[in-house]
Structure formats: structure tokens, C-alpha cells
């Protein structure tokens, strides 16, 4: 047990302008990736990894699916981008913005209060930039991701989102175990 | 605790991220089969001592199912492999026979 006034020096906030869209269909297809580039401007994202161009980006989430991120405003938009692209070809695009809760964990000791709560290997060699890990916090599914050093992006179900963000909080507050 | 490599994203998943769907390979009787083949499709099942074939799903993860060879006993496993088969993929049966010579399992050895 660390020292008890000592709390782990990482910021949580809650990021609610944040719009996603579900992108499933055949990753590898020319017309998959020219649809991503043409929504949210970033080549599709290889194996368990994202790919992001300033707030807009893709996130790789299983062999036929990503998750494009952008601002909420634009997602009528790109979906109709996407529509456009993918015509004829066998896919699924939705508007996801409202199913999910997005939270942002900046500080030198995100990894330090994300490791508490994980079985994932958050190590910096194993979890670093430009690296997604759909894993268990707690007690629910949640996906993280870190488009650049020491800020971790982290979404989970919105019904989840309420006890993820006491989560989280508690293991701030509950100071660092020095392991990473 | 389990450590299973799912074989779609690369990722080792700890057993807490995987959902446990039960022996792998199983096949189906359906309707215009006998009663015999219908019920043992429906509740006969493996329950060996050594090694074994189960179904997962990275539920907490990439959500697709795999198989996995294992053995009961030690919880050594043997590997893991996609679900897109109906047998064990020649590789995972060598790496059992290096560990486990002559073992059986329904049909396959």
C-alpha cells in the first residue's frame, strides 16, 4: 500500500463530443479502405492498432470491424461519405456515438490506474502509441487506446459508464503501485 | 488461470477476458436423424482426463470464437487455432503427440 495522501498523478475526463461510427465489412477491400480515408482520413489501422489524424481516427476492433472517431457533428456526414464508397459492396456502418462513453486518462501514471483494473499487459512495450487493446476493467468490457504518449483514450458501454468513471476515480485516488 | 492466445487478433487473453463455449467439434444431428444420434448430439459429451478440445470467444476482446487444445489434467495448452474447421489442424495434433504420444479423443488421434 503507497503512501495514503499520495494520489496517482493521471486526469480523468469525460469526453462527450466524441461521434463514432461502426465500420464492419471486408477490411482488406480497396473500396473498405478508400471509405475510411474518405470519412475520417486515415488508412485503415493494421491488427491492434489505431491510426488517427489530429480528432479523427480508426481503431482496429476485430478482423472485420473498425471504429472510426470523429467529431459528433460530422458523423451524418461521413456516414453518407461511407455510404457513397461502399455501394454495391457487402457492408455495415453505423452511428455508435450514443452507445458508447468516452473518457480520457492523461498523466504519467494512466498505465499505473488502468493496470489495477486490467488483465492486460499494459506495459510500454506491449501497450504504447498507436496501440488499441479491447480488454476488462473491472467488472466491464472496455476499449483502450493511446494516440499519443501517456494520454489513453477509453470507451466502454454508456450503461457502464457511471460505475467506469467511480472506477477509475478510485483507483487515482488510490495512488500508484510503482510497477510501471 | 488460463492464458489462451486468440488467434484472430494475437492478443493472449487471460481467462477472465474469454467466454467458455464448451467441447469443440461437435457434430450436429438435426431433424430426420434417430432419437439415439439427436440425443447424444444434444448431451453426450467429453469429459477426459488429458487432453481435450473446447470452444472459447474473446468476448472482452475481439468477440470471435476459436478452439483451443488443451489438457485437463495439468492445464497445459497445446495451442489454439480458428474455428473455421471441423478437426484439429495437423500442427496443434503434432504438438499434442510431442507432449501426449498416443492420446485419443472422439475420432481423432
Not at chain 1, 38 to 53: D, W
Amino acid at each position: 500500500m503507497s503512501d495514503m495522501t499520495m494520489s496517482c498523478d493521471a486526469i480523468l475526463t469525460r469526453r462527450d463530443t466524441v461521434g463514432m461510427i461502426t465500420l464492419r465489412g471486408n477490411l482488406g477491400g480497396t473500396k473498405f479502405k478508400s471509405a475510411v480515408k474518405a470519412a475520417v482520413g486515415v488508412v485503415v489501422p493494421k491488427t491492434n492498432r489505431v491510426a488517427f489524424e489530429g480528432d479523427r481516427g480508426a481503431c482496429w476492433m476485430s478482423p472485420d470491424e473498425v471504429l472510426l472517431v470523429l467529431p459528433r457533428d460530422d458523423v451524418p456526414e461521413a456516414l453518407a461519405t461511407i455510404g457513397a464508397a461502399l455501394e454495391g459492396q457487402h457492408h455495415l456502418a453505423v452511428d455508435v456515438s450514443d452507445a458508447r462513453h468516452v473518457f480520457a486518462l492523461d498523466g504519467p501514471d494512466a498505465r499505473e490506474v488502468l493496470a489495477k483494473l486490467s488483465p492486460a499487459d499494459l506495459a510500454p512495450n506491449a501497450f504504447g502509441p498507436g496501440d488499441i487493446r479491447r480488454t476488462r476493467l473491472g467488472q466491464v468490457a472496455a476499449g483502450l487506446w493511446m494516440a499519443e504518449d501517456d494520454v489513453v483514450t477509453i470507451v466502454c458501454f454508456r450503461s457502464f459508464g457511471d460505475y467506469l468513471d467511480a472506477l477509475l476515480r478510485t483507483s487515482i485516488e488510490a495512488g500508484p503501485v510503482g510497477f510501471h | 488461470m488460463l492464458t489462451l492466445h486468440c488467434p484472430y487478433c494475437g492478443i493472449d487473453a487471460d481467462e477472465t477476458e474469454l467466454a467458455p463455449g464448451g467441447e469443440a467439434h461437435l457434430r450436429r444431428f438435426g431433424p430426420g436423424s434417430s432419437d439415439d444420434d439427436f440425443e447424444s448430439y444434444l448431451f453426450a459429451r467429453e469429459n477426459p482426463k488429458g487432453v481435450h478440445f473446447e470452444r472459447w470467444r474473446h468476448a472482452y476482446g475481439c468477440g470471435k470464437w476459436f478452439h483451443a487444445a488443451r489438457c485437463t489434467a495439468t492445464l497445459e495448452v497445446f495451442g489454439t487455432y480458428p474455428a473455421q474447421t471441423t478437426e484439429p489442424p495437423q500442427d496443434i495434433r503434432d504438438a499434442i503427440s510431442a507432449k501426449r504420444p498416443g492420446w485419443t479423443w472422439r475420432t481423432f488421434a
